[in-house]
């Protein structure tokens, strides 16, 4: 079964850490761009941050310098590490496979960060 999981969600202060993991299984996911986002209650579903298969990466203006999205193809798996955290970051945060011609998510993970 092909599947994206997310971990590393959870509470944290204003100004602390998370580091947000997502492994995949079923397939190999080096050739796939990957990408994180997020989607708060009563908003749209935004993306956080993005790595292609090539290693190019983009961020969202609002998490430029405070998070670092990376991914080990060995392990199969990205990463968004997330620093001085606010509390307009508490959302669920997705992780996205994409190809061409291909897509998949994970379940996603709760990131609550308090005032």
């Known amino acids: 079964q092909v599947q994206l999981v997310e971990s590393g969600g959870g509470l944290a202060q204003a100004g602390g850490s998370l580091r947000l993991s997502c492994a995949a299984s079923?397939?190999?996911?080096?050739?796939?761009?990957m990408g994180w986002y997020r989607q708060a209650p009563g908003k749209e579903r935004e993306i956080v941050a993005h790595?292609?298969?090539?290693?190019?990466?983009y961020y969202a203006d609002s998490v430029k310098g405070r998070f670092t999205i990376s991914r080990d193809n060995g392990k199969n798996t990205v990463y968004l590490q997330m620093n001085s955290l606010k509390p307009e970051d508490t959302a669920i945060y997705y992780c996205?496979?994409?190809?061409?011609?291909?897509?998949?998510w994970g379940q996603g993970t709760q990131v609550t960060v308090s005032s």
């Open positions: 996205k496979a994409s190809s061409t011609t291909y897509s998949l």
């Open positions: 079923g397939r190999t996911f080096s050739n796939y761009d």
């Open positions: 790595i292609t298969w090539t290693t190019n990466i």
